[in-house]
């Protein structure tokens, strides 16, 4: 069984950064893909940067792009998320999420980390 942990979320003013990582333990399966998410209390979980595992190849949600960057490490399976310019409005719970090769969902999550961003 695989388990996404996940550690850097904090408080900072606008305008700081804070990097998010995120490691697989556990059995290791074939990833399809690695995602951060983010959650607002009321609102829907929001896809905000994605990784293609074979390839590399970044996705980023329009209201995040020119600000985070989303790398992997393979040997250690890990995602990370690299913040920078953050506003309040990026204040959330973010998810890593992962989609297995074979899954059609990203079906296994993190426990999430609280990022706020004051003004």
């Known amino acids: 069984q695989v388990r996404l942990i996940e550690s850097g979320g904090g408080v900072v003013q606008a305008g700081g950064s804070l990097r998010l990582s995120c490691t697989a333990s556990?059995?290791?399966?074939?990833?399809?893909?690695m995602a951060w998410f983010r959650q607002v209390p009321g609102k829907e979980r929001e896809l905000i940067a994605s990784?293609?595992?074979?390839?590399?190849?970044?996705y980023y949600a329009d209201s995040v792009k020119g600000r985070f960057t989303i790398s992997r490490q393979i040997v250690k399976p890990s995602v990370y998320l690299q913040m920078s310019a953050l506003k309040p409005e990026d204040t959330a719970v973010y998810y890593c999420a992962a989609q297995q090769v074979g899954s059609d969902t990203y079906n296994i999550w993190g426990q999430g980390t609280q990022v706020t961003v004051s003004s």
């Open positions: 556990g059995r290791t399966l074939s990833f399809h893909a």
């Open positions: 990784m293609r595992w074979s390839t590399g190849s970044p």
